[in-house]
């Protein structure tokens, strides 16, 4: 069983200014069996989705390893990616809802 609760997410900042309070809203964990998707949003508030001195990343935690960058969107629209994970996620966003969306597909037990 996978348990998405390993994942985490951390914010970046590449803010050349002083941070503010930043809240980051996930949701609870979700148990997945290998070979299947899903998808994580988290609500971002104090601060902008279109703010030119912000990217928002997702981090993972495999259990018992060392957290590990999974790719991240910047206010530009631009997205990176890790070169082992880029073939299985994505990060997408709606500046509407203020939400940052992680999705994975054909998730790993190591996931």
């Not at 996930?26 to 070979?35: D, E, F, R």
């Not at 104090?46 to 206010?75: F, M, N």
Request: contains cysteine.
């Amino acid at each position: 069983m996978i348990s998405t609760s390993l994942l985490l997410l951390l914010l970046l900042l590449a803010a050349v200014h002083c941070v503010h309070c930043v809240e980051l809203i996930q949701p609870g964990s979700t148990v997945l069996t290998p070979g299947q998707s899903m998808t994580l949003t988290c609500k971002v508030t104090g601060y902008s989705l279109t703010d030119g001195s912000y990217c928002t990343a997702w981090i993972r935690q495999p259990a018992g390893k060392a957290l590990e960058w999974v790719g991240r969107i910047c206010s530009s629209g631009g997205t990176d990616y890790s070169e082992k994970l880029k073939s299985r996620f994505q990060v997408s966003r709606d500046m509407s809802s203020s939400t940052v969306t992680l999705t994975g597909q054909n998730m790993q037990t190591e996931d």
